[in-house]
Every structure is written in structure tokens, then in C-alpha cells.
């Protein structure tokens, strides 16, 4: 940056997607020699400052009296949430989508003292947030920041997008109204309270069908150019696309033994921290692909204890999946915005399986732009999935396009042109 290193704070929020598309700008940033501190809940205490950041700890909830896991709270919440989840994406906006926004207000609310008096004591140069509601506290603090959006880029809306949460095609317009009734309705006194909440706590009014404020400095997203939407109202000037965000901080992996030997396709499967917390989903998914001639990788997730890997398998609670993917010829994956951007940025093709969130607007983007296929998660038959999987390692013309996309993608990574635009909004803050 030239004068002098700056204290840069990250803010993610508490799940490992958004934390971990930090930490690969975070480290950028650290390497060209600024402080980074990331602000984070006391379940996540040791996981940043074993990567060598500075850590500042805070709760979104009441203490429990137990100690917890990472991210517990979120993997309890999906467990217990799962039955809704084989339900159709308008029927989760009221039983999955509106009370995961609810307790994330809660949070919001609980913090905001917190999160004010740890902002006057570090005293950032710019705060990178990367959440999904609003933090007042952000405003009030007067110091600059920046966003990140890391959910699918439908997170922003548009007149001639789908409607985000629901899974619906671009070419397609028939269930948009309907899905947006209802979405609203979910929604419309929680949006009431918490815009009532923002103002008194100095930030401006929420925009309508937002529970989150874009940053008057710096709004980064990230989508590669080849699946991006195009939109009818451009996003302004203080938006930039990183078009993918992959850290370079993963430990080296190394394929085991019980496996390397074989010359099947090598598929990688993860269906995230929270979608894997669904153990009968990921009992069925290993049963479905016991006799399926290929090996796999599978990252177990935070349930890994409760279900058992077939021979052909190996895997994990968990994997460092940014040195995984080089190494695999597919990926099997719920459709969250990191594996399906780190997916592309390595050329992989993908099977989408999606659980929850914006993992249905992923899945329906990457089937409709080709880079992938897109099935029922809990209702499809075991020969679509195998032949899903066999059709896209038989197709060369999508090898070919993902070898393209991965060069341009590599060529200009994310995570260097975030640093970059971070030092920019610092320099021009004075």
C-alpha cells in the first residue's frame, strides 16, 4: 500500500462459508503487511489465530452452559430444520427462511453494544463485513466499510431476476409473483421491526425486501462472468465482481491409500458444515453411490460420527477442500456459492444437490448455464444421480468451457482484487 499498514477487521458471519471467503482476503491483505482482525463469535475462539490473525470475540446469543463447537448454534438449527427442507423453496419461506432471518436479527440486536465498544477499541481503517442483515452498529461507529455479498448474486435484487430463496429459472417468469407474495408476507413485520430497530441505532432505513443496507464505500460479490445474471438496472459503481474468492491458506492434502491406487473417476462430495449435518440425506447419498464405479471423497461434516463410508470412499468430518478440488474430476455438492465459484475457478463440473438458502438459486443457475446438473435432493432415484454424475465426465465440450473459465478465473484471482479494492476504499478514506 505504500505510507503504512492499515488495521483492517473482518466481520463474517458465524458459519464457516463467509468465514473462510475472509480468511483468503484477509491473508492477501496480511502478506502485503496490514493488520487483520476478525471479529467472530466465542464458539469460533482459536480457529483465526491458528491461521495467524488477531481475534476479537463476541456472542450473538445469551451465553449456553455448555461449551460449544464452531458454528454449533447454526448446526443445531439445520439439524433440527431438516424435515422442512424436502419441502418446496415457497413453503420454506415461512418455516425455514423467515425465522433463519429472524434469529440472525436476534443476533444483530444482541450484538450491537458489543460489536460498538470492540470497533472504538480497535479503531479500523475499514471494516469488511461479510453477513446477511444488517449491523447498526457498522453506521453509527463512523469508521468506512465494506461488504461482501458471498451468497448468489439474487441476494441483490433486480425486476428481471428471479426472486432469491426460490429456486426458480431465468427464462421462466410464471412463478416470480406468487413466490414474491409470499415472500413478502413472510416477512413484512420482522423487516417493520428491524428497520425500526436500525434507525434508532444510527443506520438509514432498510431498502424494501432487504434486511441489509449496501455500503456507501465498497460492495464486493462474487460470481464468475460466465454464470453472472445480467441485469436490467446495473449495480452502481461501488459494486465490483470478484468472480471467484478461493484462499490460499488450506493444508496441503494427499489422496489416501486405500484409494490412490485406483484409476475410477475421483468425485468429490460435500454438502457443506450445515447441509451434512442431515444424516439420513448423507446415509442415502453414501448408499447410492456404494456400487457406483468411481471413488469418492466425502467431507462428513459436523455429523460424521453417525454414518459409516462405503469401500469406496474415503473421508472426513472435515477436508481442506481448496486442496481437494485440483485433484477431483467432479464435485457433488449442495450448491453453496463457495464450492460452486471454487468449482468453476478449478473446472470442475457438478452435480447440485441443494438444501437450503440460496443453495437453490445456485443449483438452478449452474444447470441453466450448463456447468453442471441439477437434481431433486431428496426425491430423485439412485440412477439419476449415477447417471448425472456419468454424463457430465463423458462430456468434453463442458470439459473444454471449464478449462476456459478456470484459466480466466486463476488468471485474476478474487482474493488479490478484493485486497486491492480494500487498500483503494482505505487510501480514499483518508
Given at each position: 500500500m505504500g505510507e503504512r499498514a492499515r488495521t483492517i477487521v473482518f466481520f463474517p458471519e458465524g458459519a464457516f462459508g463467509p468465514t473462510n471467503n475472509c480468511v483468503g482476503i484477509g491473508d492477501v491483505l496480511r502478506r502485503g503487511g496490514h493488520r487483520v482482525v476478525f471479529i467472530i463469535e466465542e464458539s469460533f475462539a482459536g480457529t483465526l489465530e491458528a491461521q495467524g490473525f488477531e481475534e476479537r470475540l463476541m456472542r450473538l446469543t445469551p451465553p449456553p452452559e455448555t461449551e460449544e463447537a464452531p458454528g454449533q448454534f447454526w448446526k443445531d438449527f439445520i439439524r433440527d430444520t431438516a424435515p422442512v427442507f424436502r419441502k418446496p423453496t415457497i413453503d420454506q419461506l415461512g418455516e425455514f427462511i423467515a425465522p433463519?432471518?429472524?434469529?440472525?436479527?436476534?443476533?444483530?440486536?444482541?450484538?450491537?453494544?458489543?460489536?460498538?465498544?470492540?470497533?472504538g477499541e480497535l479503531e479500523p481503517d475499514l471494516v469488511v463485513e461479510d453477513n446477511v442483515v444488517t449491523f447498526p452498529a457498522l453506521f453509527a461507529s463512523g469508521r468506512p466499510w465494506a461488504r461482501i455479498a458471498s451468497c448468489n448474486p439474487l441476494e441483490v435484487k433486480d425486476p428481471d431476476l428471479p426472486p432469491v430463496f426460490s429456486g426458480l429459472p431465468s427464462e421462466d417468469r410464471s412463478g416470480w409473483a406468487a413466490f414474491w407474495d409470499a415472500y413478502r408476507a413472510a416477512h413484512a413485520e420482522m423487516h417493520a421491526d428491524f428497520d425500526e430497530f436500525c434507525r434508532a441505532r444510527g443506520a438509514p432505513p432498510l431498502p424494501r425486501d432487504d434486511f441489509i443496507h449496501a455500503s456507501p464505500t465498497l460492495n464486493l460479490y462474487l460470481y464468475p462472468q460466465e454464470v453472472d445474471y445480467p441485469r436490467r438496472e446495473p449495480l452502481g459503481p461501488t459494486w465490483h465482481n470478484l468472480g471467484a474468492s478461493v484462499r490460499a491458506t488450506d493444508p496441503d492434502w494427499r489422496l489416501p491409500e486405500v484409494i490412490a491406487g485406483g484409476e475410477e473417476p475421483?468425485?468429490?462430495?460435500s454438502l457443506g458444515s450445515l447441509g451434512s449435518a442431515d444424516v439420513p440425506l448423507m446415509r442415502t447419498?453414501?448408499?447410492?453411490?456404494?456400487?457406483?464405479?468411481y471413488r469418492f471423497v466425502v467431507s462428513k461434516g459436523p455429523q460424521a460420527s453417525e454414518f459409516e463410508l462405503a469401500p469406496n470412499m474415503v473421508g472426513a468430518e472435515f477436508l481442506p477442500q481448496t486442496s481437494i478440488l485440483p485433484e477431483v474430476d467432479l464435485v457433488i455438492t449442495h450448491g453453496g456459492n463457495n464450492t460452486v465459484t471454487e468449482s468453476l475457478y478449478f473446472g470442475k463440473p457438478m452435480v447440485l444437490l441443494p438444501v437450503f438458502w440460496d443453495q437453490h438459486d445456485n443449483a438452478q443457475r449452474i444447470d441453466e448455464t450448463g456447468f453442471g446438473i441439477r437434481l431433486d435432493t431428496y426425491a430423485h432415484e439412485p440412477e439419476e444421480l449415477r447417471g448425472a454424475i456419468g454424463r457430465l465426465l463423458d462430456d468434453g465440450a463442458l470439459a473444454d468451457r471449464l478449462a476456459q473459465t478456470s484459466r480466466r478465473l486463476r488468471a485474476a484471482p478474487g482474493t488479490e482484487l478484493a485486497a486491492d479494492l480494500i487498500e483503494r476504499a482505505v487510501l480514499a478514506a483518508g
Amino acid at each position: 500500500m505504500g505510507e503504512r499498514a492499515r488495521t483492517i477487521v473482518f466481520f463474517p458471519e458465524g458459519a464457516f462459508g463467509p468465514t473462510n471467503n475472509c480468511v483468503g482476503i484477509g491473508d492477501v491483505l496480511r502478506r502485503g503487511g496490514h493488520r487483520v482482525v476478525f471479529i467472530i463469535e466465542e464458539s469460533f475462539a482459536g480457529t483465526l489465530e491458528a491461521q495467524g490473525f488477531e481475534e476479537r470475540l463476541m456472542r450473538l446469543t445469551p451465553p449456553p452452559e455448555t461449551e460449544e463447537a464452531p458454528g454449533q448454534f447454526w448446526k443445531d438449527f439445520i439439524r433440527d430444520t431438516a424435515p422442512v427442507f424436502r419441502k418446496p423453496t415457497i413453503d420454506q419461506l415461512g418455516e425455514f427462511i423467515a425465522p433463519t432471518f429472524q434469529a440472525l436479527i436476534d443476533g444483530a440486536k444482541y450484538v450491537d453494544a458489543r460489536l460498538t465498544e470492540i470497533l472504538g477499541e480497535l479503531e479500523p481503517d475499514l471494516v469488511v463485513e461479510d453477513n446477511v442483515v444488517t449491523f447498526p452498529a457498522l453506521f453509527a461507529s463512523g469508521r468506512p466499510w465494506a461488504r461482501i455479498a458471498s451468497c448468489n448474486p439474487l441476494e441483490v435484487k433486480d425486476p428481471d431476476l428471479p426472486p432469491v430463496f426460490s429456486g426458480l429459472p431465468s427464462e421462466d417468469r410464471s412463478g416470480w409473483a406468487a413466490f414474491w407474495d409470499a415472500y413478502r408476507a413472510a416477512h413484512a413485520e420482522m423487516h417493520a421491526d428491524f428497520d425500526e430497530f436500525c434507525r434508532a441505532r444510527g443506520a438509514p432505513p432498510l431498502p424494501r425486501d432487504d434486511f441489509i443496507h449496501a455500503s456507501p464505500t465498497l460492495n464486493l460479490y462474487l460470481y464468475p462472468q460466465e454464470v453472472d445474471y445480467p441485469r436490467r438496472e446495473p449495480l452502481g459503481p461501488t459494486w465490483h465482481n470478484l468472480g471467484a474468492s478461493v484462499r490460499a491458506t488450506d493444508p496441503d492434502w494427499r489422496l489416501p491409500e486405500v484409494i490412490a491406487g485406483g484409476e475410477e473417476p475421483l468425485v468429490y462430495l460435500s454438502l457443506g458444515s450445515l447441509g451434512s449435518a442431515d444424516v439420513p440425506l448423507m446415509r442415502t447419498l453414501v448408499a447410492e453411490l456404494a456400487e457406483a464405479p468411481y471413488r469418492f471423497v466425502v467431507s462428513k461434516g459436523p455429523q460424521a460420527s453417525e454414518f459409516e463410508l462405503a469401500p469406496n470412499m474415503v473421508g472426513a468430518e472435515f477436508l481442506p477442500q481448496t486442496s481437494i478440488l485440483p485433484e477431483v474430476d467432479l464435485v457433488i455438492t449442495h450448491g453453496g456459492n463457495n464450492t460452486v465459484t471454487e468449482s468453476l475457478y478449478f473446472g470442475k463440473p457438478m452435480v447440485l444437490l441443494p438444501v437450503f438458502w440460496d443453495q437453490h438459486d445456485n443449483a438452478q443457475r449452474i444447470d441453466e448455464t450448463g456447468f453442471g446438473i441439477r437434481l431433486d435432493t431428496y426425491a430423485h432415484e439412485p440412477e439419476e444421480l449415477r447417471g448425472a454424475i456419468g454424463r457430465l465426465l463423458d462430456d468434453g465440450a463442458l470439459a473444454d468451457r471449464l478449462a476456459q473459465t478456470s484459466r480466466r478465473l486463476r488468471a485474476a484471482p478474487g482474493t488479490e482484487l478484493a485486497a486491492d479494492l480494500i487498500e483503494r476504499a482505505v487510501l480514499a478514506a483518508g
